[in-house]
C-alpha cells in the first residue's frame, strides 16, 4: 500500500479496509514500521479485522506493540490475548515494561495467564522458552475419523495440524501421527496402528541450539517438549527455530569478532550499550598486545642495528593472524555443523600442518623474490621467507587446534577466533621472527 | 544400534530388520556413516523395507549413495528413482560420476528423467534447483470434499501436503489454501471461497538467499516456485530452506575470513583445495601490508632514535584490527538480516563515532597509565594515548563504512571483514602513530 500515508491523513478508512483484506499477515505487519505517527499506527490497527488482529500484532516489535497495547481499553486487550498463540503472548510480555505487563494479565483469563506464567519461568534460550503450547494431542484407541473430528474441533487453536501427538491418559507421548498419515489411512484404521511409536522429543530445558540440530537432523516440522515428569507440555514449531539459527549465527560471529553477545538490532542498541559489549575485550587485547611489545624491547638491538627488519612487522603479523583466523573459522563452523568432532583432533591437526606447508610455500617464494629485489639483500630477504613460513605453520596449527580445545573444555569455540589467534600468533610471530633474523643476520 | 556391527559380522540379518523398523528415517541413515566397510553398507541397505529405502537414500552422503549405487541391480536403482523426491533426486545426481549418472537415468522413467534433466538446467544456487517439483494442485471449482479426494490420491508422492496451490488450466497459480483451511471448512464449501488468493511466490531464476528471506517474513512452510510463463512449476519447502540458511552463513563466514567459499565439509575437502582457497587473499593481503612496511621505513629515524616506539606497533595495529572488525562484523550481520539499510548510511557512521569515542577513552587512559608506569615518560604514554583515540576512531569508521559501501557497489558485504579491515587499518595505524609520535616528541 504505497499511498497507506494519504489515506491515512485524509481518513480514507473504508479504502484502507478493503485493501487491507488482500494483504497477508506480515505484509500488514511491516507497514506498522513505517508510520512515524503514534496515532496513525493506532487507527491502522483497530482498523484491522478481529481474525487477523493478534496474527499481525505479533508480528510487530516490541515498541510498536507497546504504543498499541497503551491505546487499547481492556476489553480489547483481553481479545487479543485470547487470539494470541502462548508463545508469542509471552514473547511480547517479555519486552514490556512491568506496569504495562500488570494490566495485560488483568485482561487475560486464568487459564492463559497460568500458562504464560508458566512459560516465563522457563530459562532463556531453554526450548521452554520457545515452545508453545497450543498442540493437538490425541488417544491411540480413537479411530481416523473420530481423530478428525476431534483435530475439527481444535485446529483453530493450534499453530500447526501439521504434526498431531498421541498421549496416554497421564499426557505420556506414546506416538505420533502426520495429517499426511491420517488422510491416506481408512477411516475405521485405529490410530495405534498407523502412529509411529518412535517418537523424538526434548525436555523443556534442552538447549534451543540442540533442538533446532534435531530440526536439521530429522527435517521436523514440530518437536514435541515434556517435561520432567516425562508429560507433554508444548511443541516447538519450525518457524521458531528458523528465528532460533538465526539468533545463534548472530551470537557466534559476535563472539568470533570478541563482542559480548545482545539480543538487540545494531541501530536499537544504544553506542553506550555497544561500547560496553565491545570494550571488554578490547582491553584485554590492549593488554595482552602489550605484553608482545614488552617482549619486543629484548630486540632493540636488533632492530636498532638493521631498522628494515621493524618494517616486516605488519606483513609476519598480519600474515599471521589471517591464516590463524582462516583456520579457525573453518573449525568453528565445522564444529558447530558437527562436521567436526572432538576425536578428530589430530586429523584437523594433520591437515592444517600440510595446508600452511603448501599455502607458507606460495607466500614464501613469492616473497623472497619481492624482498631480494627491493632490498638487494638475499640474506634479509631469506630471513623473511623462513619467518612466513614458521609464521603461518604456528598460526594455522593455533588457529585450527585452539577452538577444539575450547570445546574440550566446554566452552564455546566461537571465542577463539581472529581478535584471540590474532594476539596469540601476533607474539609467537614477533619471537619467531627476531629470533630466526638474530641467528642468520648475527645480530 | 550399538551392537549393529556385532549383528551385521554375525550375520543376524533378521535381528537388524526387527530393530531397523522402531528407527527414524535420519537415525538410520546415521548408522550407514558409521559403517567402514563397504560391504556392510551394500547388506545394510538391502536390509531396509521397501518403503523407507529411497527415504534413507536421500538422508546417505554422496561416496556412501554412490557404493550403494553400484552395488543395485537396474531394478533396484529403477524403484529407487521412483521413490526419490525430485530434489533429492537431482542434488544426488549432481554429485555423481558421469558413467554413474548414465546408469541411473537409463533406469529412470522417461517422465522423471525429463523433470531431473530441466531440474539440472536451473543454475546453482537458484530457487529452481533446490525446488521440488511434487506438490499438489487443485482447481479452484472443486469443493472441499472433492479436494480431498484429490489430496488423497496425490498424498503418497507429495512432498508436503501442509499447503495446497490453486491453479487455473494453464496451470497459473490463483491462490492457496492451508490443510488447515480446508479441515476447518464444510464438505461444500468450493475452494475459490476458501482460498487466499493473495499468494507470495518467487520464480525459478531467483537466488535462493532471496527465497530464504521470505520464509524468514512470512514464517511460510513451503513457497511456489513459477516459470517464466508465470506457471507453477515447483514448491521450495521449509527444510530445504534450513539447508539454504546453513550453507549461506558458511558462506558468509568463510568470506569474512578471506576463504574463498566452497560446499566442502572440512575434512571432507582435500589439502590442495583448502589451500587454493585460503591463498588468493592471502597473497593480496602479504602485498598490502607489505606496502604498510614500506611506508614505515619512512619514519627509520623515529624509531632509531626512540626504539620503545617500535614495541607499541603490535598493541596499535592489534587494537586498530579489533575495533574494526567489531564495527564490521555487527554491520555485516545487520546487513544480512535486514536490520541495516543503505539509507541507514549516517546513522551507522554516526554510532560508530559516538562508540568509538566512548571505547577509546577508556582504552586510553588505561593505556596511558600503563605506559608512564613502564617507561616513566608521561610524554610517551600521551602520545600512545592520543594515537589510540584516534586509530580506534578511524577503524571502527572504516569497519563500519567498508561493508555499507560493499553493498551500494553490488559487493557482498562479508568481503569487508576482518582480514581486509585489519590491513587497512594497519596502515592507517602505523602513519597516524608515527605522525603523532614525530610531532609530539619532536623527532
Redo the contacts between chains.
Sequence with gaps: MENLEFLLENKKFQEIKAQLE?????DIA?MFENIKNNQQIIILFKLLSKDVAADVFSFLNADTQEIIINALKDKEIESIMADLYMDDATDFLKEMPANVVKRILKNTTKENRDIINKLLTYPENSAGSIMTTEFIDIKQELTVEEA?NK??KK??D?ET??TIFVTDSRRKIEGVVS??DL??ANKTDVIKDIMN??V?YSTTLTDQEEVSKL?????F?ALPIIDNEQRLVGIVT??D??DV??DE??ED??K????SPSDN???KTS??T??KK??F???F???S??I???I??FF?DA??AI??L??????L???G???G??S???????LA?N??TLK?YF??AF?EF??SL??SS??SV??FF?VWI?YDDPLLAFVIAIS?VIVVIISEFIGGGLPILAKKCKLDPAIMA??II??LV??IA?VSYFLIASAILQL
Excluded at 488482500?22 to 506480515?26: D, W
Design positions: 488482500n494483504l497477508n499477515i506480515a511491516a478428525f483435530i475439527k485446529a483453530e493450534a495440524i501439521g495429517i499426511k488422510i491416506l511409536p518412535n523424538v530440526f536439521d537432523k530429522y527435517d516440522y519450525v518457524d527455530i528458523m539459527v538465526k549465527v548472530t560471529m559476535e568470533m569478532a570478541a563482542i538490532p545494531y541501530l553506542s553506550l555497544h561500547a565491545r570494550i575485550w578490547l582491553l587485547l590492549t593488554i598486545a602489550s608482545t611489545g614488552a619486543m624491547s632493540e632492530f636498532v631498522p628494515a621493524v618494517t616486516f612487522i605488519p606483513m603479523m598480519g600474515t593472524g589471517n591464516c583466523s582462516q579457525a573459522t573453518l573449525v568453528i563452523r565445522g555443523l562436521e567436526i578428530d586429523k584437523v591437515k600440510k595446508v603448501l599455502v606460495v607466500l613469492v616473497n619481492l627491493r612466513l581472529a581478535p590474532s594476539t601476533d607474539c614477533i
